[in-house]
């Protein structure tokens, strides 16, 4: 009884050591760039520092499958800002995961890179969507998370959340608003 008794307790410590290791794991960090948030720019841009501190000239990165209210959009776009400097948070460090397109030239001589960026594990350009703060925006070819930002933007609107809060809905898209703007 006692050696019946004891073969149970061991398999449940072995049983509890296995739940409590796989609990422990570090979350999954995606291939890409590590680097530094130095300033957040809009809800939907970043400039970030190289993590290895070799260069001092801030790169601009725009979070790939999604589109922030533009900066005249008030309050939304002031809130997709805040988030997202909550978000990066004082850790500042971020994994940028390209998709396929490569950076985007500008006029000022200056790139955009285009990315998901990660921390911790956790994709923050799906965050903000899940917010209701972002539109999820698939732009051929960079739509490796596609599915996933839009059943995003679906539970953010279906709970009422952000944009799409019944009582201060975001009337224009970003494209919309933009598109009006120049009218």
């Known amino acids: ?11 449940g410590l072995i049983l509890g050591c296995i739940l409590l290791l796989g609990g422990c794991q570090t979350a999954t960090v995606p291939p890409g760039k590590p680097v530094v948030v130095s300033r957040v720019t809009s809800g939907q841009t970043l400039e970030v520092l190289p993590a290895n501190g070799q260069s001092a000239l801030a790169e601009r990165v725009r979070l790939l499958g999604i589109e922030a209210p533009n900066w005249q959009q008030t309050p939304w776009s002031h809130d997709a800002k805040a988030a997202l400097e909550a978000l990066v948070g004082s850790e500042k460090r971020v994994v940028l995961e390209p998709d396929l397109q490569p950076p985007l030239e500008l006029e000022d001589g200056l790139s955009l890179q285009l990315a998901y960026v990660w921390q911790n594990g956790v994709l923050l350009n799906e965050r903000l969507v899940e917010a209701g703060l972002a539109l999820a925006v698939s732009r051929s070819p960079n739509i490796k998370y596609e599915q996933r930002l839009l059943r995003a933007q679906e539970k953010a609107r279906l709970m009422g959340v952000g944009i799409w809060n ?12 933009r598109q009006q703007s120049r009218a």
């Open 166 to 177: 019944p009582s201060n809905p975001m009337r224009q898209t970003p494209e919309e608003f």
């Open 1 to 11: 009884m006692l050696l019946r008794n004891w073969g149970l307790g061991i398999s």
